[in-house]
């Protein structure tokens, strides 16, 4: 089973910065495909950025030139930095991760980590 937890969620004032930490443990073969997901009150779960294991990354609109998504594979462990922060970036994140052990290929959730962005 692996485990997935995020960390690095706080209060902050607009334009300050947040990084978020999303650490992997447990058994399995590789690592593919991470991600960042986030869900506002009321709203449905959003995709963040996501970053491939070779590091390729994709971001969403709203983020762009704000946010950057980071790897670290020798730890296992998945990065947000936050630049620039919103009130609308206000959400619980959740990290999300795909990978495989033995031939098969599973994703998990973390358990979520609340942003909220004060003005």
């Known amino acids: 089973q692996v485990q997935l937890v995020e960390s690095g969620g706080g209060l902050v004032q607009v334009g300050g910065s947040l990084r978020l930490s999303c650490a992997a443990s447990?058994?399995?073969?590789?690592?593919?495909?991470m991600g960042w997901y986030r869900q506002a009150p009321g709203k449905q779960r959003e995709l963040v950025a996501t970053?491939?294991?070779?590091?390729?990354?994709n971001y969403a609109d709203s983020v762009k030139d704000r946010f950057t998504i980071s790897r670290d594979n020798a730890k296992n462990t998945m990065y947000l930095q936050m630049n620039s922060l919103k009130p609308e970036d206000t959400a619980v994140y959740y990290c999300h991760a795909d990978y495989v052990r033995s031939v098969w290929r599973y994703g998990r959730w973390g358990q979520g980590t609340q942003v909220t962005v004060s003005s």
């Open positions: 970053i491939t294991s070779g590091g390729t990354t």
């Open positions: 447990g058994r399995f073969s590789s690592m593919e495909a």
